[in-house]
């Protein structure tokens, strides 16, 4: 199975800044790469899909990067409303896999 | 639009079945994948099984002795069995949508199950 690690597991942001998260792939997984936030007591969110390709509806601060085993998620002014949990997950090979998290806090 | 909603029991007494239906509206179950996922305390968001658009499953190996996945195309309803229910299986299970490029681009707004005695 593919493992993806995520790192920190826990940022503390200020609004405003521009943070970058990191998953990686303890294998390739191409490009088939996603990520999600949630929110307390709701369910994932689509935020990228396929690396980089951005979502509809999704603010334009929110943009991601890289392919085979190592992936950035970055948000360019971080918003209050930012404030989640935010996972990667494979979709190149199954089981499908997801990372455990990074918790973006306020400062 | 897409909508997609979970229904069952929120509790279910050890070695028992889960059932839970998915219900969807806003597309076809017969052109997308539909997905289960659970998110758990001890395990965080675990990919289950899906159930192709022609029809055909695929199980998670950690279920699939005992997760089963069918649906039902005239009401547009995905199910979701699972037996010989734990303690460790509570959690939030949610069926998803699967996209073109293998991610989850809709979900459901989740069932909580506990499993307790």
């Known amino acids: 199975d593919v493992v993806l690690t995520q790192s920190p597991a826990t940022l503390s942001v200020t609004p405003g800044e521009r943070i970058s998260l990191s998953c990686r792939a303890s294998e390739s997984v191409d490009t088939y790469l996603h990520w999600y936030q949630q929110k307390p007591n709701e369910s994932p969110r689509l935020l990228i899909k396929y690396a980089s390709q951005s979502i509809s509806g999704i603010p334009s601060r929110f943009s991601g990067s890289g392919s085979g085993t190592d992936f950035t998620l970055s948000i360019n002014g971080v918003e209050l409303e930012d404030l989640s949990i935010y996972y990667c997950q494979q979709g190149n090979s199954l089981p499908h896999t997801f990372g455990a998290g990074t918790k973006l806090e306020l400062k | ?117």
Not at chain 2, 11 to 18: E, G, H, R
Not at chain 2, 25 to 53: D, N
Not at chain 2, 75 to 96: H, I, R
Request: neutral net charge.
């Open chain 2, 1 to 117: 639009q897409v909508q997609l909603k979970e229904t069952g029991p929120g509790l279910v007494q050890p070695t028992q079945t889960l059932s839970i239906t998915c219900t969807v509206s806003g597309f076809s179950l017969t052109s997308y994948y539909m997905q289960w996922v659970r998110q758990t305390p001890g395990k965080g968001l675990e990919w289950m099984g899906f159930i192709r658009s022609g029809g055909s499953t695929e199980y998670n190996s950690e279920f699939k002795s005992r997760l089963s996945i069918s649906r039902d195309t005239s009401k547009n309803q995905v199910f979701l069995k699972m037996n010989s229910l734990k303690t460790e299986d509570t959690g939030v299970y949610y069926c998803a949508r699967e996209g073109y490029t293998y991610d989850f681009d809709y979900w459901g707004q989740g069932v909580m199950v506990t499993v307790s005695s």
